[in-house]
């Protein structure tokens, strides 16, 4: 499915100047080093230097340390800017805060720098020692009123555990392959990254359009990780054109990342593209995983999860469904008590006499006017928790798509169906 960009022009130009001191940058005559990029038969890539070649082999410096790669799998190299001369440039223009230096170590670790990731987390814990997120991003966790490594917290534990808990080294050659994949991914991730910075998020439309006709080419799997990362982290046009992208790849990873958008996407319309495709991918492992989220205890996972279900139409969801049609919870109310002004109505309620002094007994209800106005909103109010029912209408339309039925919110009602219909 395909967002319409109309309704986002607005906040397409308000990107307008930094979209334009952006190109002004990369416009600079500023010399920029160049690294190779080796474009691969699958249809990935890795960036770096080659260091080395023989008549079979390059030997390439990358972000993730040297790869080998047999000629014979390159179809060309290019040349492109460095991401060490990039990370070079956002280092110069760092500024000496915690906060700074967090968002470079974030750059770094999306690019695949991970030696310089690592210098920058410890320059934010040095420039403020109780900067939570480059702690955790360390792997520090808090002891009491400290910090401790928990490297050597778990070190510890599988010491204690002895040395046999440790499992067995990796053989190289799956090291190697691991490094390549690495590597290949780390070129995918500032190729997509690239793409929407520089076309994506442009406000001129055949630029977009030019954006998403590569987004939409790419066909290597390898790219899936870095595809889902770096695009909903976008705009919703964005995040919709991911689900698009997405809906290509036939892989595990594409229809894990799909059934999480499904929970995950605030906007209506680029969620129900991603649960209109997992509903075409019809793969059994996603109705499970959408029964957990009826019960993870956050509300709009919930309600989600049951639109989820209700669209794949996922009859084994039923009872799950019935014990989350509605559900108690206590709510505190405000009270104004009638007892004192009870009083009232008991004195000016009296009989009506007539001028002939002749008592006619009329019956009278005396009320008060103003039992909710502002003249005595907190005054003598009390605050009380009592029991209200919540209806989810949104669990309700799930089971009307899956069964057919409707019993509104009686959950006593959808049970004795069911039981009927499919457990007889």
């Known amino acids: 499915m395909r967002l319409p960009l109309a309704g986002y022009q607005s906040y397409c130009w308000g990107r307008v100047g930094r979209w334009a001191a952006a ?82 170590a974030a750059w770094c670790a999306e690019t695949g720098l991970a030696s310089e990731r690592s210098l920058h987390l410890r320059s934010a814990i040095e420039l403020d020692p109780d900067f939570e997120p480059a702690r955790r991003a360390l792997g520090f966790v808090r002891v009491g009123g400290f910090w401790a490594e928990g490297r050597k917290v778990v070190a510890r534990q599988e010491g204690a555990a002895g040395p046999d808990s ?107 593209a991603a649960l209109d495709e997992i509903a075409r991918r019809n793969d059994p492992r996603t109705i499970p995983q959408y029964r957990k989220a009826l019960k993870a205890g956050n509300e709009t996972v919930l309600l989600r999860a049951a639109d989820g279900l209700g669209r794949i139409k996922a009859l084994e969801a039923v009872p799950d469904l019935i014990d989350v049609l509605t559900r108690q919870r206590m709510k505190v109310v405000e009270r104004y008590p009638n007892t004192f002004f009870s009083g009232f109505r008991a004195v000016y309620g009296i009989p009506v006499r007539s001028q002939g002094g002749v008592t006619i007994q009329v019956a009278n209800y005396p009320r008060i006017g103003m039992p909710d106005s502002r003249l005595h909103r907190g005054l003598m109010v009390q605050r009380v928790a009592q029991k209200v029912t919540v209806y989810r209408t949104e669990v309700r339309e799930a089971l009307r798509q899956i069964t057919g039925q409707d019993f509104g919110f009686d959950r006593d009602e959808w049970r004795r169906w069911y039981k009927r219909e499919y457990r007889s």
């Open 23 to 104: 190109a002004a940058i990369l416009l600079a005559p500023i010399p920029i080093a160049m690294s190779d990029v080796l474009y691969l038969r699958n249809g990935g890539s890795v960036e770096g230097e080659i260091v080395e070649t023989d008549a079979t082999s390059f030997k390439v410096r990358t972000v993730v340390g040297a790869v080998t790669l047999a000629k014979n799998d390159v179809t060309r190299i290019e040349k492109s800017p460095s991401p060490f001369a990039e990370y070079e440039q956002r280092r110069k223009a760092l500024r000496r805060t915690a906060r700074d230096h967090m968002d470079l």
């Open 166 to 272: 440790k499992g067995p080294p990796k053989a190289d050659s799956q090291a190697e392959q691991q490094k390549l994949i690495d590597a290949v991914r780390a070129s995918w991730t500032r190729r997509i990254r690239a793409i929407r910075n520089s076309l994506l998020e442009s406000p001129i439309g055949r630029t977009v359009e030019d954006g998403r006709r590569r987004i939409l080419a790419i066909s290597d799997p390898l790219a899936i990780g870095p595809m889902s990362r770096v695009l909903s982290q976008g705009d919703p046009p964005i995040r919709a054109l991911l689900v698009e992208a997405l809906s290509a790849f036939a892989e595990d990873e594409a229809s894990m990342n799909i059934a999480i958008l499904g929970l995950l996407e605030p906007i209506k319309q680029v969620r129900e």
